[in-house]
T-cell receptor, first 113, second 109 residues
C-alpha cells in the first residue's frame, strides 16, 4: 500500500508567478483535500475533490484552483502569487465517509519572494 | 464561527513525567474530533477519532478522551520520541476539518 506523495518538496517563486503542486493519493482513496499550513499555525482547508469534482471550498480566493484526475491524483494551482502564500501545502487523501481520518503527504514548502 | 482552541501552546516535560493536552471547541454540531501528530517538516499523522462524549481511545502512551466541550490527550510516562506537535481537529458537519494551532511537546531525556 503506497502512501500519499507530493511534489515538489520545496520550491521558491517570486510574487506574481504561478505554481502547480502535485499529489498522488493513497491507493484505494477516492477523495483528496488540500490544506495550507503557515508557520506555527494549524492547517487551513483550501478545498476537497471527489470524483473529479470540487466538493467543498474554504475561505481562499479563486486564484487557488485544483484538479483531480481519474486515477485520483490531484493538482493545486495558485496564480498571481503573493508573499502571504508562503506556507506548507498539504495534500490529504481519504475514503468517502471517513469524515476526518485523513492521510497526509509530507507537503510542499512554498516560499514566495 | 466554528473554532478549535488548543492549550498550552508549548509544553516541556522530563522523560517519564505524565501530563495532558487540551482541545476545546465551539459546540455546534460536532461530527467527530481527531488528534494528529506532526513532526517538524512533515505532514500530520492520524492518531485518534472520537465521536461522542465519554469515548476514550488509547495507543501506546497516549489516551484521548472527549467531553461535550473539550478533549484531552493524556500522555503517560513520555519518552523523547514522543516530542512533536499535537494537532486537534474537528469536523463540524461538512467536508472540512477545522484544526487548532497545536501544542508543541518537548520531552527532555
Amino acid at each position: 500500500e503506497t502512501g500519499v506523495t507530493q511534489s515538489p518538496t520545496h520550491l521558491i517563486k517570486t510574487r506574481g508567478q504561478q505554481v502547480t503542486l502535485r499529489c498522488s493519493s493513497q491507493s484505494g482513496h477516492n477523495t483528496v483535500s488540500w490544506y495550507q499550513q503557515a508557520l506555527g499555525q494549524g492547517p487551513q482547508f483550501i478545498f476537497q475533490y471527489y470524483r473529479e469534482e470540487e466538493n467543498g471550498r474554504g475561505n481562499f480566493p479563486p486564484r487557488f484552483s485544483g484538479l483531480q484526475f481519474p486515477n485520483y491524483s490531484s493538482e493545486l494551482n495558485v496564480n498571481a502569487l503573493e508573499l502571504d502564500d508562503s506556507a506548507l501545502y498539504l495534500c490529504a487523501s481519504s475514503l468517502t465517509g471517513s469524515s476526518g481520518e485523513l492521510f497526509f503527504g509530507e507537503g510542499s514548502r512554498l516560499t514566495v519572494l | 464561527e466554528d473554532q478549535v482552541t488548543q492549550s498550552p501552546e508549548a509544553l516541556r516535560l522530563q522523560e517519564g513525567e505524565s501530563s495532558s493536552l487540551n482541545c476545546s471547541y465551539t459546540v455546534s454540531g460536532l461530527r467527530g474530533l481527531f488528534w494528529y501528530r506532526q513532526d517538524p517538516g512533515k505532514g500530520p499523522e492520524f492518531l485518534f477519532t472520537l465521536y461522542s462524549a465519554g469515548e476514550e481511545k488509547e495507543k501506546e502512551r497516549l489516551k484521548a478522551t472527549l467531553t461535550k466541550k473539550e478533549s484531552f490527550l493524556h500522555i503517560t510516562a513520555p519518552k523523547p520520541e514522543d516530542s512533536a506537535t499535537y494537532l486537534c481537529a474537528v469536523n463540524f458537519g461538512n467536508e472540512k476539518l477545522t484544526f487548532g494551532t497545536g501544542t508543541r511537546l518537548t520531552i527532555i531525556p
